[in-house]
């Protein structure tokens, strides 16, 4: 009887541990050999169980409710909030071209709009400092619109690098609408969409990486035309598919008005 009481607890806790990862934030890898050439380490990364996955669809269950309320959203059609909004535009220069062409839909649907541009910016920058909450507590926006990521596509073990920064960015951003607008790779990254996303939640993350661009000299930033076909593509996603539906009905004319730019300078 105890021999199979010890079995019991053994598998017990074996179910326990792998919950408990299936649910957690990072991936765990294991060293199991070196490489003769470079000398450095191989890993194998742990699969996750489909425990998580299995209770988040799970739509009456409570416990799975909890878990998944950041991005939680009834089958039936969202009532789009059609009222004015304060838009905070805000991250790093990708955002450039978008802000051109975001300054007509606010103009054409009766928005506000102000831009922030920190040059060279990160996820670290942005989590390390309260530059955001700053800015949320100066213009008091009803929306915001973060773009954010495309420094950070090559970092290696990104995940646990950066997850508290993006932490500490949603803190800042607290209980305030807001889209997370992901880097227009131009590469596969090694990791910074799939922790973005994994922190927001679907419904709050527009995926540029998977768009096609036509790049500036750089071979990085999207050229004003393809810049301006992405914001036609975040603005009907946010329409038809985001957490939060505005009204941002396409355009019919250019708007003369400023985007109420800010710009800071590299951290040096």
Partial sequence: MKLISHIV??????????????FSDYDLKVP?????????????????????????QIPDNAI?????????????NIEMDTTSQKILLIGDSMLEGLMLRLKDYT?????????????????????????????????????????LGANELFITDIITKRQKFVKNILKQ???????WIGPPNWKDDTGINKLIVKNVGAKRYFPSKNLSYKRTKDG?????????????????????????????N?????????????ILQPIR
């Fill in 9 to 22: 607890s053994m598998l017990l806790v074996t179910i326990g541990l792998l919950t408990f990862y299936s």
């Fill in 220 to 248: 990085a930033h999207p050229t004003k035309t393809s810049a301006s076909a992405w914001m036609d593509s975040i603005a009907v996603w946010i329409m038809k598919e985001s957490m939060y539906p505005i009204l941002l």
């Fill in 250 to 262: 396409k355009p019919t004319v250019k708007s003369k008005l400023s985007a109420n730019v800010t």
């Fill in 32 to 56: 199991y050999s070196k490489d003769e050439k470079s000398g450095q380490l191989k890993y194998l990364e742990l699969k996750k169980s489909e425990f998580k996955k299995f209770i988040l």
């Fill in 173 to 179: 951003i607290g209980n305030h609408k807001y889209v």
């Fill in 64 to 76: 799975g409710k909890r878990i998944a309320v950041r991005d939680t959203i009834k089958k039936e």
């Fill in 107 to 147: 103009a054409f649907n009766k928005h506000d709009m102000n831009t922030v541009i920190w040059y060279s910016s990160s996820t670290a920058w942005y989590g390390n400092s309260d530059t955001l909450k700053y800015f949320i507590n100066k213009y008091k926006p009803t929306y915001i619109f973060l773009v």
